[in-house]
């Protein structure tokens, strides 16, 4: 089992990153897929959440707005498009993979720093 995440990096305010989480090893369309991200000194938070099909998406109320997550179930990928970056933003960010009541997975973190 994998998920690898990529797209991280060092963006000015305001400005945009995707975010990518590729998945294999399991079968990545039962799975409910999450975004979190940790800062420095901070508890892991949940950002965002789309269901297995990707019809229905949920997000944190501090990124609603300008965070979008979707999934690609053919490429077994999840992405989370991020605009209007902020210096709080900044934070090492997982994808999760979870199934309910049975295993989940995670990521092993990519770096996103919003600094001009």
């Known amino acids: 089992v994998q998920l690898v995440e990529s797209g991280g990096g060092l963006v000015q305010p305001g400005g945009s990153l995707r975010l990518s989480c590729a998945a294999s090893?399991?079968?990545?369309?039962?799975?409910?897929m999450n975004w979190y991200r940790q800062a420095p000194g901070k508890e892991r938070e949940l950002v965002a959440s789309?269901?297995?099909?990707?019809?229905?998406?949920a997000y944190a109320d501090s990124v609603k707005g300008r965070f979008t997550i979707s999934r690609d179930n053919a490429k077994k990928t999840v992405s989370l498009q991020m605009n209007s970056l902020k210096p709080e933003d900044t934070a090492v960010y997982y994808c999760?993979?979870?199934?309910?009541?049975?295993?989940?997975?995670w990521g092993q973190g990519t770096q996103v720093t919003v600094s001009s």
């Open positions: 999760k993979a979870a199934s309910g009541l049975g295993p989940m997975y």
């Open positions: 090893g399991f079968t990545f369309s039962s799975y409910i």
């Open positions: 789309i269901s297995r099909a990707g019809d229905s998406t």
